[in-house]
């Protein structure tokens, strides 16, 4: 349990309980679907219950369809989001999310107290693939809690849904959807205004998407007005212009994400300064683009780790409502987004200042629920300016990159350089390094005027599988700071400022999600009793014997219950039953207990000798 207060003081506190299985297992129901019973049916079913509780067992009426049945109409899309519906995309390039969506016809007697089973049987390219359900009162998508079941890309998924909230009249819509995460609108070369390019501008044909990196901006953000401290008048215009930029180039160079590697602000305790910064990252969510920040040293008071300042201006809240945030550790302390452009899944991962065992088993366990996404770490510090490690640095590296498979880049600035380093990793133990992880500071706020601008490009060439890599002042128009003069110590900018990286290197591999649906049934649980068999004990049959059944066709099922709350629900099987010249065999009281079961009717018996 973790509670915050508006000041962003937190406390947490853990308890351990477990909670034991109660649903029973249900076999051998019979008679089998699709059977034919000459006079008064009885139904039976074996059952079996984990903690050998005693059971009762109901039977009821019940429905099933099946695809292809006219109750049941299908349609399709690509979504931008998961869990929505909302067709952002007509063809399938890799982005977006495909769904399919099953209009289901839960017949007249139905009614928001009965439940239904969807059991879905396709393929699918992704074990992130999920089924919802409409709620008619929220207007949006409930994730089901379906078992799923996978042989390769066969894939079957198996939830039961309570109609309460789903039901629209009699109408039911599931959804099946590949994939999770977010996807921001795509633009594809020719897009936004050309006056903006730069004749060095990497060409748009040359890439399919941007992302951008900047840290450090701590100078540009304590600049307001009485600030004693601040080193040049002007420097918040360096923010302002970055983000401008940003916006202004977005459909230009389809940038799709940027990263802030922490120091935000340069005071923690001046409050113009978070303002200043608020203000900033204000531009980007009101404009819906994809972004990620965390603490530096500067953000929480150095040594005194003070988070509250954080917390108020840039916490979960700030946060968690964007499609694209993953989770939160300790209100935005750490935190994780999806991103997925061009058939290339994403983690983008963030932990602020002050790494410790908690936060290293955080973003373990979090990068272990998403094996199958390209890892981007995050941190304030990490890279020395050398391209050596410090001591928090190298358990970062020891425990989280080193231990993960799917890390491939890590970002940080904190030290006044720009500097890349690539190590390998043998993951599956042969012996052999088969995975690279590029490690990249970049922070300028040693030149003048904290940084005169500069951010990182990064263009994601799909065709040519690699990323150009280019360094890039808005403020300045200018493409390299060590190329330029009277901009500050350039000298000490070590690395290189235009690079590439493969595809190969990072092991990406872009992957187009796929969907196809080879089956649907649905279960329709009825309410309607059939009759009820009481205390029955675990390992052993119930029977019913259904004195009144009514001629013809029936839909049933059997709902086995415990006191402590286990409910398991068969199949629905159908039942005929024909009693046209049917003689029926009188079995009197008294007569041998395995023919009988409570809850059988001997009314008709009164009278007879």
């Known amino acids: 349990l973790t509670a915050t207060d508006e000041a962003g003081n937190t406390s947490e506190k853990a308890v351990t309980f477990e909670i034991p299985e109660e649903n029973a297992s249900a076999e051998n129901t019979s008679p089998e679907d699709g059977s034919t019973v000459h006079g008064n049916p009885t139904l039976s079913v074996n059952v079996t219950d984990p903690t050998n509780d005693q059971m009762t067992v109901t039977f009821k009426k ?112 599931v959804m099946i959807q590949n994939g999770e995460g977010y996807t921001p609108a795509q633009y594809a070369p020719g897009a936004g205004d050309a006056s903006l390019a730069n004749e060095k501008d990497t060409p748009r044909d040359n890439y399919d998407f941007t992302f951008v990196v900047e840290s450090d901006t701590q100078y540009y953000n304590e600049d307001f007005e009485g600030n004693p401290d601040k080193d040049v008048d002007g420097q918040y215009q360096y923010q302002l212009d970055i983000h401008n930029w940003i916006l202004a180039n977005r459909e230009r160079m389809n940038i799709q994400y940027l990263f802030h590697d922490g120091d935000l602000i340069d005071d923690e305790p001046l409050i113009p300064e978070w303002e200043n910064a608020d203000r900033a990252y204000a531009m980007l969510d009101q404009a819906g683009l994809p972004y990620g920040v965390l603490a530096g040293n500067h953000d929480v008071g150095h040594l005194s780790g003070d988070y509250t300042n954080y917390y108020k201006y840039f916490g979960e809240s700030r946060y968690n409502q964007n499609p694209w945030y993953g989770g939160s550790y300790k209100n935005n302390r750490g935190h994780y987004d999806l991103i997925t452009v061009d058939g290339i899944d994403f983690i983008m991962l963030y932990m602020g200042w002050g790494v410790g065992d908690e936060e290293i088993d955080w973003m373990n366990q979090v990068l272990a629920r998403y094996p199958e996404r390209k890892a981007i770490l995050n941190f304030h510090e990490y890279l020395l300016a050398s391209g050596g490690l410090g001591e928090e640095p190298q358990r970062v ?67 040519g599988q690699k990323i150009i890599v280019r360094t890039y002042s808005p403020t300045l128009n200018d493409y390299d700071a060590k190329d330029q003069t009277g901009i500050g ?49 675990s390992g052993t049959e119930a029977r019913y014997i259904w004195n009144d059944a009514p001629e013809g066709t029936t839909g049933w099922y059997a709902e086995i219950t415990d006191e402590n709350g286990g409910i398991t629900r068969t199949d629905v099987n159908y039942l005929t039953v024909e009693k046209t010249g049917y003689e029926p065999v009188i079995t009197l009281p008294g007569a041998s207990s395995d023919t009988v079961s409570e809850g059988s009717s001997f009314d008709a018996l009164a009278g007879v000798s």
């Not at 017949?107 to 089924?131: H, L, P, Y």
């Not at 088969?434 to 799909?462: C, K, P, S, W």
């Not at 000490?492 to 187009?512: H, K, M, R, W, Y």
Request: proline fraction near 1%.
């Open 62 to 173: 019940g429905e099933k369809y099946e695809l292809g049945d006219s109750r049941i109409a299908q349609s399709s899309g690509i979504s931008s989001t998961m869990g929505s519906a909302d067709q952002s995309f007509a063809e399938n390039t890799g982005n977006g999310f495909p769904y399919q969506i099953f209009d289901i016809q839960a017949g007249e007697n139905t009614g928001a107290e009965d439940e239904i089973r969807v059991q879905w049987e396709g393929s699918s390219n992704n074990v992130k693939t999920f089924m919802y359900v409409y709620n008619t009162v929220s207007g949006g998508w409930d994730k089901v809690d379906a078992q799923q079941t996978t042989d390769g890309e066969n894939m079957t998924l198996t939830g039961d849904i309570a109609l309460q909230d789903h039901l629209a009249g009699t109408a039911v819509r």
């Open 397 to 463: 590296y020891d425990e989280v990159v080193a231990k993960n498979p799917n890390v491939c880049m890590v970002l940080s600035g904190h030290y006044h350089n720009a500097q890349t380093r690539v190590d390998s990793f043998d993951d599956d133990g042969d012996g052999i390094a088969e995975r690279n992880v590029y490690q990249m500071l970049f922070d300028y706020q040693g030149l003048a005027g904290g940084g005169m601008g500069y951010i990182r490009l990064m263009h994601f060439d799909t065709e």
């Open 489 to 537: 110590d350039v000298a000490g900018i070590n690395g290189e400022e235009e690079f590439e990286i493969s595809f190969a290197d990072l092991g990406i591999t872009p992957q187009v999600k796929s969907l196809e649906t080879s089956g649907l049934s649905v279960d329709v649980y009825g309410d309607e009793i059939i009759g009820t068999v009481e205390n029955v004990e």
